[in-house]
């Protein structure tokens, strides 16, 4: 059984970081590309970071590059986006996927994991 649940949101002050983590089950990180996924209220859901799961190969939308960073683990088989100099405008649910950009229904999604950044 796929499962993906991520984890690490929370609240968090203008400038501030956060980690999460995209822990992955049944089936293995080297046969996916993993995305982070995030939706604002009242906004579409975007993808944000894609990360190969075979040669770890990263790309970024152009408003989180440079701040945040995608990262896997195999040995864990889970997937990280370190996120700095946090903004308002990243509140948002995040989500991780066995997918990147375009999603279709074949693709397993996680729970999602709320970032609020606020002072």
């Known amino acids: 059984q796929v499962q993906l649940v991520e984890s690490g949101g929370g609240l968090v002050q203008p400038g501030g970081s956060l980690r999460l983590s995209c822990e992955m089950s049944?089936?293995?990180?080297?046969?996916?590309?993993i995305g982070w996924f995030r939706q604002a209220p009242g906004n579409e859901r975007e993808g944000i970071s894609c990360?190969?799961?075979?040669?770890?190969?990263?790309a970024y939308l152009h408003s989180v590059k440079g701040r945040f960073t995608i990262s896997r683990d195999k040995a864990k088989n889970t997937v990280y986006l370190q996120m700095n100099s946090l903004k308002p405008e990243d509140t948002a649910v995040y989500y991780c996927?066995?997918?990147?950009?375009?999603?279709?229904?074949?693709?397993?999604w996680g729970q999602g994991t709320q970032v609020t950044v606020s002072s």
């Open positions: 990360i190969s799961g075979s040669d770890g190969t990263t």
């Open positions: 996927v066995t997918n990147c950009w375009v999603t279709s229904q074949h693709d397993y």
């Open positions: 049944g089936f293995t990180l080297d046969r996916y590309r």
